[in-house]
């Protein structure tokens, strides 16, 4: 395509459609009419750079333009509480629901990679000694050890913020660093199960793995759900970087770039729900099994919301991604 052609022969319907959207007085019926059909054809106009000639400078005032009349022609959308009621009743549980197939693998194979951590640990005492030396294990693992005592160390209010406010910061960045093939994601994975290992096995090598069961459980369902969540779909937009599938490798980044954000915001509140139980639940004086039930059934519930109501909207068509007609356009529109 010969770009000096092209702009000569379209500048002047750019300017005026630059001219209609800087009038200052109500358009008529007419004007109106003529504004969605020049920001039709300067949306085909884009894209046909885009794809051809890819200018920067022509693209940048065309994109512009684009974006100026689309403003115009749809007008400014604010959110509501329908809004709000609709991600959490359809986008956010489809968006979990269709990621399952990545996060669940990603939860099964990370949990047996903590399992054999804490067994190695466990069981050699060599390992154990390279971790620490013998007078601070016992008083980690002690009864009143750092690991009874950090969970009611602080304010319950002020321990559960700092608790929700790491752990969604970690998930976030499972999700935004996915797009870098995934490996920062494996990295932060791996830090998760290393920590939960040496937790499990200098304790089970003190006798005393029921205990760091009934501290971790409580909480530790729905926070490690929560992350094996964000990883899944952190590996998901990194696969997508190498296989788009059928859309355009952009397009598809777009899309799942977009759900990830949205699932950014779900798993905050249910990493708050999680916090909330680390706060107050964990350290109360609650027995163990009756701690362990609420833990199990945050965790249940949390499933049941993805499986029946994220299933249920996911069939019915959802995705996790904003509206169709807030989306950029993605192929030409005919003029």
Not at 102 to 125: D, R
Not at 133 to 143: K, N, S
Not at 305 to 322: E, I, K, P, Q, S
């Amino acid at each position: 395509m010969d770009l000096d052609v092209f702009v000569s022969a379209h500048r002047a319907e750019w300017e005026r459609l630059d001219a209609l959207l800087h009038r200052r007085r109500r358009l008529t019926g007419a004007e109106t009419d003529e504004l969605v059909t020049l920001y039709q054809r300067a949306a085909t106009h884009l894209s046909l750079v885009q794809s051809s000639a890819p200018d920067p400078q022509l693209t940048g005032r065309l994109t512009q333009l684009v974006a100026r009349a689309r403003s115009a022609v749809t007008g400014t959308r604010r959110a509501s509480w329908r809004d709000v009621t609709r991600f959490l009743a359809q986008g956010f549980p489809a968006a979990v629901y269709r990621s399952r197939h990545w996060w669940v693998p990603t939860a099964l194979l990370s949990t047996t990679v903590a399992f054999l951590l804490g067994w190695w640990i466990g069981t050699h005492p060599e390992v154990r000694s390279s971790l620490a030396a013998p007078d601070e294990l016992r008083e980690l693992t002690r009864p009143g050890g750092l690991y009874e005592t950090y969970y009611s160390s602080h304010q319950a209010a002020a321990f559960a913020a700092q608790v929700w406010t790491n752990n969604a910061q970690a998930a976030a960045m499972c999700l935004v660093l996915g797009v870098f093939l995934g490996l920062p994601v494996l990295w932060i994975l791996f830090q998760n199960m290393l920590n939960l290992g040496i937790g499990a096995g200098l304790m089970s090598s003190a006798g005393r793995l029921d205990t760091f069961l009934g501290l971790v459980l409580p909480h530790g369902l729905l926070e490690l759900t929560a992350v094996f969540v964000a990883a899944g779909t952190g590996l998901r937009l990194g696969w997508t970087v190498i296989d788009p599938g059928p859309r355009t490798r952009r397009n598809a980044l777009a899309e799942e770039g977009r759900a990830a954000v949205g699932m950014a915001i779900g798993l905050a509140l249910v990493l708050f729900v999680s916090g909330a139980i680390e706060g107050f639940v964990t350290p109360s004086g609650l027995p163990t099994w009756a701690r362990i039930t609420i833990g199990v059934t945050a965790e249940l519930a949390f499933l049941a919301y993805v499986y029946v109501l994220g299933g249920r909207a996911a069939r019915a068509g959802a995705t996790g991604d904003v509206e169709e007609a807030e989306r950029s356009a993605t192929v030409p529109t005919a003029a």
